[in-house]
């Protein structure tokens, strides 16, 4: 077990000279390992170095890394969209923190802020953010939420947001234009859009001087589009509006950098791609979006500059072995690598595009861009519906999808790092069986 730093010693340490310590070998540098997890990241650099040219599926660095999460044997998830899979390691810290917590009370306001603190600031070099840009939420919908209420904004004022939104979204923003008289402009994309310009002159056609927010989803969770974020902050930026965007799938599909897309506000569920558990999330506000952005809870100073984002996170004693965890699950990740992680993603949901556009009754509605998409990917049915279908793949093979909650009859499929070529000719295989004639 891995003493405790003193909270005061995190806070007195220079910023890069802890981040240089979280990457060099630092005590904690294995944050929040016990025996058994350090045993797994030695085998896994071990792995490493035998997996160099093993970049995307499949291979024995990849058996690997599959085995390390907690799936039942002979389950097949493709359904980390709504909640994923969680490696061991992760669930090994979990578990050991809520036991020290029950076990010994006092650890949990004399050392876990500690842990806590430094899961936050891995969780920003994650990101490609500064410490005072990032705080940890229980999700995506707590992140959101605070921007749509913490923005001054007077009636008539505009948000601009697609057609595609997630209702945790949406509705913030209807709430408030039903209080207090803001508008809601819906900007439209196609089911595949044609391409990244068409979406970019729909949203640079809908800005007027009223408009001050954009909200976007970086994933779309019912096409499987990725939204050209970049070029939509830069738009907005020479409009002088503000980019809030639902990010929710893509922390641990896309090798991110807050920075170099320039967006305002960010929100992830830790859960779905990341593989940390349910009730954690990570929220970054840019430090110079962060004066435009009121807090909705507040405790005592809140009104600290030095709080940086972390003011938007005051909601008094939580459960702190979830962001211990999910600093877990940070770590996990970093020991492959983000740029891997998403060539072995991408590499695997274009398979699945391509092999499933040439069943007939079976539409891509995900982009076969891969700038224009990630690890979901949505497939249109004709001939049986969706929910049918997705019950056949679970009781014939084990299998979970997800079916969207659209206008379409359609199922979405996520292929994380831990799925298979194997697992994918199974899901062809099923529709090939139900949709596979004219």
């Known amino acids: 077990m891995i003493s405790s730093p003193n909270a005061n010693t995190l806070k007195m340490m220079g910023r890069r000279d802890f981040g240089r310590k ?3 070998g630092f005590a904690l540098g294995k ?9 797994v990241y030695e085998q896994m650099a071990a792995w490493d170095k035998k997996g160099l040219d093993q970049e995307a599926p499949d291979g024995a660095y990849w058996d ?5 999460y907690m799936l039942e044997p002979g389950l097949t998830m493709m359904n980390n969209g709504t909640a994923g899979a969680m490696p061991r390691v992760v669930f090994n810290t979990l578990a050991e923190y809520f036991q020290i917590q029950a076990a010994n009370p006092f650890k949990c306001y004399s050392t876990f802020d500690a842990y806590r603190e430094e899961a936050r600031v891995r969780a920003a070099q994650f990101i490609g953010a500064l410490p005072e840009e990032v705080t940890l939420l229980r999700n995506t919908t707590e992140g959101l939420n605070i921007v749509a209420y913490g923005l001054d904004m007077q009636p008539g004022d505009e948000v601009l947001m697609s057609n595609l939104e997630h209702p945790s979204g949406i509705f913030p923003w209807k709430l408030r234009e039903k ?9 439209a994309i196609n089911t595949p859009p044609r391409s990244k310009d068409e979406i970019l002159t729909a949203f640079r056609d809908s800005i007027t001087t009223r408009t001050k927010v954009i909200l976007i989803s970086h994933a779309v969770y019912k096409t499987g589009l990725i939204a050209p974020l970049k070029d939509i902050c830069s738009l907005a930026k020479d ?3 503000l980019v809030c965007s639902d990010g929710a799938h893509c922390i641990g599909m896309l090798n991110l950098d807050m920075h170099d897309l320039g967006v305002d506000f960010y929100a992830n569920s830790g859960y779905k791609w990341l593989g940390a558990p349910t009730g954690t999330g990570i929220f970054y506000v840019r430090k110079e979006a962060q004066k435009d952005l009121w807090p909705n809870i507040v405790e005592a100073e809140w009104e600290n500059p030095a709080a ?5 996170s005051h909601v008094g004693r939580i459960a702190d072995p979830l962001p211990i965890a999910l600093g877990e699950a940070i770590h996990f990740q970093t020991n492959i690598g983000k740029p891997r992680i998403e060539r072995r993603i991408k590499t695997l949901a274009a398979y699945l595009k391509e092999e499933a556009s040439k069943i007939p009754n079976v539409q891509v509605l995900t982009p076969m861009d891969p700038e224009l998409s990630g690890g979901l990917t949505v497939l249109g049915l004709q001939g049986m ?3 049918q279908f997705a019950n056949y793949m679970l009781e014939k093979y084990n299998l979970v999808i997800a079916r969207t909650f659209n206008e379409r009859n359609a199922i979405r499929v996520c292929t994380h790092i831990f799925i298979s070529y194997k697992q994918i000719d199974i899901l062809l ?10």
């Open 385 to 387: 519906r969706n929910d």
């Open 31 to 39: 944050i929040f390992s016990d025996s058994l997890n350090r045993s």
């Open 179 to 187: 209080r207090y008289g803001i508008k809601i402009k819906e900007v």
């Open 429 to 438: 295989e099923g529709l090939k069986a139900v949709y596979g004639k004219k």
């Open 22 to 24: 979280l990457v060099g």
């Open 308 to 312: 940086g984002a972390l003011k938007y």
């Open 64 to 68: 690997f890394v599959t085995n390390q």
């Open 239 to 241: 409009k002088h509006v």
